[in-house]
């Protein structure tokens, strides 16, 4: 499965006009997020910027081994894969946060997501207890039922088009 994964990840094609669909996604988003604890994450090519979200009380992911959570300093460092991450020491256990908002190179309808490879957030949200929002670009949502066993599902999807909840 790992070498289809690797061809899905291959064919997927750069996104037009992504601040307006940025913007789409992020008012979706906010009706999940009011008055939660919430963490969020720095954006790669291809992935939603919700850098618009940014403030202190939001949490940020910080990668050694596995995925942890900080509080936005709003400094950065690059990290361990090139992804920007706060410079902070303030960790917050991952099943006191409220709301995961989780990077994507593609999800599927199912609600499957297709990340890196490296399955840190399967890793660290296997038994996170709140509530797991994807966010994707419309065009990166695929019919193909990629997920394998460790997969991580979300428990809603947003696009800039549409908010999917799905039965986990």
């Known amino acids: 499965m790992s070498t289809y994964k690797d061809q899905l990840r291959k064919s997927l094609k750069p996104i037009s006009n ?13 009706f999940f997020l009011e008055g939660k604890k919430v963490a969020l994450y720095m954006a790669l090519a291809n992935e939603v910027d919700l850098s618009k979200l940014l403030k202190e009380d939001i949490y940020l992911p910080k990668t050694d081994d596995r ?3 900080y509080k936005n300093t709003g400094n ?10 706060p410079l902070s020491e303030e960790k917050i256990d991952t099943n006191d946060l409220d709301v995961i908002v989780i990077p994507a190179l593609a999800y599927n309808k199912k609600g499957y997501r297709l990340g890196r490879g490296k399955g840190y957030y399967d890793k660290a949200l296997e038994n996170f207890s709140g509530l797991k929002i994807g966010v994707i ?9 990629f997920q394998e066993a460790h997969d991580l599902k979300v428990d809603i999807l947003i696009t800039e088009k549409r908010v999917i909840k799905f039965e986990v």
């Open 18 to 30: 992504k601040e307006e669909k940025d913007q789409r996604i992020i008012q979706y988003l906010k």
């Open 67 to 69: 995925i942890s959570f």
């Open 76 to 85: 950065f460092t690059k990290g361990k894969f090139g992804v920007l991450e």
């Open 137 to 145: 670009y419309d065009d990166l949502l695929i019919d193909d039922d």
